[in-house]
């Protein structure tokens, strides 16, 4: 073991000398990729030295998600602190369905589930867990809803049509899990949304109303927390309005920006977020967490039993379901997703954790204000969201991130808002600095210039 923890260490220089030296890989063509590595698997292996070469080849050829170009997607960077909790749970290696099998790192959880509860605003004895990924906190949220309102569903299966409801710029996972669950993707309805992307609460009334009168059963609301493209929160006060009218379960999808919980300045985005009947935030986004961290609270600690408890004896032998956290979750076996956060949190508190989610803002700002002193770019999007959309010389947002991404020069995405599309560029990357939004629109005008422009010409 020792062996290969010393050829881990050898094997990360390697990666931090390729995030200083060629921050954006060279993208491989998926036609050329099992011709270019040697990635097969073959009767007889390998000896270290060789092995060593094939990891430095792959570790060359892959998205460098901490180097200061990296804009492409809702997280990045790497924190140190937040990276050995991750390290330290490899090497534990501690299965988190029962407290006999993973002891203190239950309480961990378990710290982290309350401490959540207790900025969102929940009160005293608010429970949840960790999941896989927003999706499936959001699935949970989903289930947890169907069973409060038709328990009957779990043991005799889904008789009648029931209603979801989430505004057409939140997350597809919302579609999928209806699919999945046996809900139905035809049973969710889109409710309309401002110039923004926040949730119409009239519309939502109106389209509740409509199937109430269809003798449909509506049972879920979904609101966003930043919304996956133009990052923007619906007004939760207005949405749990509609959704005490009608006695439908409230759920707050935080997976992109629900960090702003931690902030004294930017929690009034969220405001309303306590009347909410469950919550999820990624901690791998704005809290700057390695993939993956997805921690859904809610308020109701009774359903988040009786959807997902099931007996097992051969499993739960000692300790109460307080600290059998496999009575609480989506999963039975799952790894310790709690400990990086818990590190991380540990080590910087509370107000360090305001702090990373204040400077995405900031350099969010930083952008937006050199977007609007340059008559070349376009600015879709607005203040308090740390997605910047822009377009620049009316280059299509498509060719222009393909052409930057395939030139090794930056990774930044694109997205769409109802006719709009435009480049997306993202500030959540904890290593990023005021310097490097300088450097990305610099970068993106010397490629346009120099390489973009001769080519359409």
Known sequence: MQKDIALFSELCEVLLSEEQSQPVAKPIPTSDLFSTLDLSLNHEGIVDEELTSKLGDIIKYTPKTASKSFFNQL???????ATLGDLLAVMLNNSMYTYKVAGPQVGIEKEIIHQISRLVGYPEGSDGTLAPGGSMTNMMAMLMARD?????????????????????????SIAKNAALTG???????LVRTNDKGEMQAEHLSELIQNDLNEGHIPF???ATAGTTVLGAFDNIRAVSKVCKTFNLWLHVDGAY???????????????????????????HKMLGTPLGC??????????????????????????????????????????????????????IGTSGLEQLVDKQFQLATIARDYIKSNPDYTLYSFDDSISVCFNYKDIPAKELCTALYESAELMVGFGQFKDDEFVRMVTINSVLEPDDIYAFFGKLETFVESKLLKTLA
């Open 183 to 189: 809900i139905g993707r035809n049973q969710v309805r």
């Open 257 to 283: 920006c629900g960090g702003v919980i931690f902030s004294e300045r930017y929690k009034h985005l969220a405001d309303g977020v306590e009347l909410s009947d469950s919550f999820s935030i990624n901690g």
């Open 148 to 172: 409060l309102k038709a328990p009957e569903v779990r043991t005799e299966g889904q008789t009648k049509k029931m209603m979801v409801y989430t505004s057409e710029a939140s997350h597809y």
């Open 75 to 81: 997280f990045g960077g790497r924190i140190g602190k």
């Open 294 to 347: 997805s921690i859904i609270v809610t308020k109701h600690k009774e359903q988040l039993y009786k959807s997902f408890s099931n007996d097992a004896e051969y499993l739960y032998q000692t300790d109460g379901d307080d600290y059998n956290l496999g009575k609480t979750s989506l999963q039975c076996g799952r790894r310790n997703d709690a400990l990086k956060l818990w590190t991380l949190w540990k080590s």
């Open 220 to 222: 879920f609301v979904n």
